[in-house]
């Protein structure tokens, strides 16, 4: 009987000493949890911190290229070795604008390497102006205008964005045909809002996804923003490795759609300020823009 107590003791003993193993690795495992935890509420402020730097970074990059302007269409090698002296005597007579003073250059060259021949599309010049409202006037007139004619070739001028607001602006007017079936008006302005008009309701979007599940939710098509608009984009930066792609710009553009733009320019002129800066609803800063595409 005594023995049979004895082993019931030192079973018990080591039925604690193994309970008490097993509480130590909970409470090992708990503040490992809690860690963990810890650790994953610091990176989720890490990636908000982040993605606000990144914007920051990006809407710096877009001031600080305001003063640039990319002429497409112009052939290589036209210019000879000096691009600014070329824009300088070409620039007032392509446009019919006169400068005073005249115009100035901090930089101006051609983007990318030397194109091979039989290229379909020379490669495009970037000019960094010296006086922002002189390439903001160029670029409204080519807004107005449209493309300019010269020796049978038509030069175009667009606003210079850094690589993700490109995308995204890609990204908006991808969902253009859209719009227009749905007779929708629409106006992108710079650098990215979409602004939206249907049955005398305006909207405004600053992301193509919720643009496209605004689309969605009223359209009797689904619209599938992972499947239309990324690829959209991503193709169109293939075809088309510019800062943005506008009316202007298309080689299928319609001369409609610039006279268009002139009489809704004129209607909405009222959205902006005397100083051609758009008049951003609910938002404490403006961002002096170029100019802006409309359709409807």
Request: glycine share 6%.
């Amino acid at each position: 009987m005594d023995s049979r107590i004895i082993a019931l003791t030192d079973e018990t003993k080591s039925m604690r000493l193994d309970i008490a193993g097993f509480q130590s690795r909970v409470t090992t495992l708990e503040q490992r949890v809690t860690t963990v935890e810890t650790q994953a509420t610091l990176a989720g402020d890490r990636d908000q911190e982040l993605l606000y730097l990144s914007s920051k970074v990006i809407n710096l990059e877009d001031r600080s290229r305001r003063d640039n302007v990319r002429f497409l269409g112009i052939p290589e090698e036209i210019e000879g070795a000096d691009v600014q002296s070329f824009l300088k005597n070409i620039l007032p007579q392509l446009t019919g604008l006169t400068f005073d003073p005249p115009l100035e250059f901090q930089r101006a060259h051609r983007l990318g390497p030397k194109r091979r021949e039989g290229a379909n599309h020379p490669l495009p010049i970037i000019a960094c102006f010296l006086r922002h409202m002189q390439a903001r006037q160029l670029l409204q007139k080519a807004l107005m205008q449209g493309p300019f004619c010269m020796k049978d070739l038509q030069i175009r001028m667009t606003a210079d964005f850094s690589k993700e607001t490109s995308e995204r602006r890609k990204a908006f007017l991808a969902l253009r045909p859209c719009l227009r079936q749905l007779e929708i008006k629409f106006g992108l302005f710079e650098p990215t809002r979409m602004w939206i008009t249907k049955n005398n309701v305006s909207k405004d979007f600053y992301d193509p996804t919720d643009l496209s599940l605004y689309l969605d939710n009223i359209s009797d098509h689904p619209i599938d923003a992972a499947s239309w608009i990324l690829p959209q984009a991503q193709a169109t930066n293939a075809r088309n490795p510019l800062p943005m792609e506008t009316a202007l710009e298309r080689q299928d553009h319609d001369p409609s759609e610039t006279s268009n733009r002139g009489r809704d320019l004129e209607r909405l002129s009222k959205n902006y300020d005397n100083r051609g800066v758009p008049a951003l609803p609910g938002r404490g800063a403006r961002w002096p823009g170029y100019g802006f595409l409309f359709g409807a």
